[in-house]
């Protein structure tokens, strides 16, 4: 095999190690949301669950993007059928609304992206419209703000400006986590073979490595010598 079919090769399998890896994710997402939803023991994982639709907004184009944002939706729906997961009502109007309110949400959020980057504010005011679009599907306090339960974030901000603005809430420190994790940097210990020593040494390596969310679709790029 030549060097550069080897590496087409590598790559190749790179962009399907990470393209299962945001399926899953997106996967759980869904399921996460449905146990938040349906127990309020767990309200806090609706703070952390759309931040694999969140990431797929940002590194994906619009069609795919749409692609995952109805899979999310999908996921969703089944998922009310475990663990007496949400509300929602079991029929195929329900199926529908899921699947292509969520895709055409991350669509238009994809684009929106591209046009004027990755904004957490806009990400949640377009999360309003989803919480209208979704009030056929038969659930009470709506999707996001339905992951809080009864607990003080629904009964205080909802009993005063209504429900829609927890979802908003929610929506936003979703997307705000993502923009942070996505920026992290950390310092990694590698080991090195040292020159002259007696055995291989452990030396402390600093490495700008980005969050795994933040690398899922972009490949490491090599850098330029030192000057």
Known sequence: MSVTRRVKTLALSGRTARAAALTLSLAASAYLMGVAIAS??????????????FYSIRVLSPGLAFCAGSFWGC???????LDGGPRIAPNLLSLAFLTLTP???ASFGAGLTRQVGFSPYLLALGWVWVEFALRPVGLRYGLLAGTQGNGAVLGVIGSFT???????????????LLSV??????????????????????RVIPLDLPSYLSRLFHPAQPRAPPA
């Open 40 to 53: 309020p023991a767990y309200w806090w994982l609706g703070w952390v669950t759309l931040l694999p639709l």
């Open 75 to 81: 996921c969703l729906f089944f998922a009310s059928f």
């Open 103 to 105: 895709g055409l949400y």
């Open 162 to 176: 209504g429900y829609v603005l927890v979802a908003f809430l929610v929506a936003y420190v979703n997307a705000t």
């Open 181 to 202: 994790l996505s920026q992290v940097r950390v310092t990694v210990a590698q080991p090195r073979l040292v020159t002259g020593a007696s055995g291989p040494q452990r």
